[in-house]
């Protein structure tokens, strides 16, 4: 999907600090990761310590806002994401573990991207932009159809259905980042991505003994 940014919104990419970009894209994730009705751009300007003028010279309006980051997050995670991807993986368990680094780096730099993608899904009655987000999810359904086509499920045991095992983990991992990101409230340091790493293959670990053969 090609972005449809308007020429001031292209300005605001070009802006070249990108510590100051980040900052104004991760006020209006955090805003709108309630859904569009509730979000304030004042909010947003006072998080990102710049003036609403400034805001609305980039993106024109609240909906100009929100589209834009509909549009920049779906790119970011083709590009960052879906696109890194080896889908290849036979061990689930790898599959899983590479797409938790690549996830990760995007929270990294981005706190509340996954809140806020999530949030233009639950809420897509706000505006019809929403059905960019959709598009999101669904590419998200193939790439996990795509690692559960690919994986042994020879490995799992045999007394439990193999498409659920996969549903049990990939639940258990998406619950494991909920989880982790309450206990840091979003800041991530180079000490808390060491305790993630930890975290995340000893669940890894656990899932290994519960599912597969012995």
């Known amino acids: 999907m090609q972005s449809k940014e308007s020429p001031t919104a292209l300005k605001f990419l070009q802006i070249p600090e990108e510590a100051k970009r980040d900052k104004i894209l991760n006020a209006a994730m955090k ?7 509730k979000a304030s751009t004042d909010a947003i300007v006072r ?3 710049i003036s609403k003028g400034l805001l609305f ?27 890194m991807l080896n889908l290849a993986h036979r061990d689930i368990l790898e599959g899983f573990w590479q797409m938790s680094l690549l996830k990760r780096d995007i929270c990294y730099r981005y706190p509340y ?3 806020f993608i999530n949030a233009a899904i639950i809420y897509k009655a706000d505006i019809p ?43 258990a991992i998406d ?40």
């Open 57 to 83: 010279f980039y993106f024109g309006t609240k909906q100009g806002i929100y589209e834009f980051l509909l549009n920049y997050t779906t790119n970011l995670m083709r590009s960052d994401y879906f696109e």
């Open 113 to 115: 991207i996954y809140d």
């Open 129 to 171: 932009a929403t059905e960019i987000a959709q598009n999101l999810l669904s590419q998200q359904n193939a790439v996990l159809s795509e690692l559960y086509a690919a994986c042994d499920t020879s490995l799992f045991r045999p007394d439990i259905d193999s498409q659920k095992t996969f549903n049990l983990i990939y639940w």
């Open 175 to 214: 619950a494991f980042f909920g989880d982790i990101d309450s206990k840091i409230d979003d800041k991530w340091n180079d000490e808390n991505y060491e305790i993630f790493l930890k975290e995340l293959r000893e669940y890894l670990d656990i899932c290994k003994r519960c599912f597969y053969k012995n």
């Open 47 to 49: 998080d990102a310590g």
């Open 31 to 37: 805003e709108f990761r309630y859904g569009y009705k």
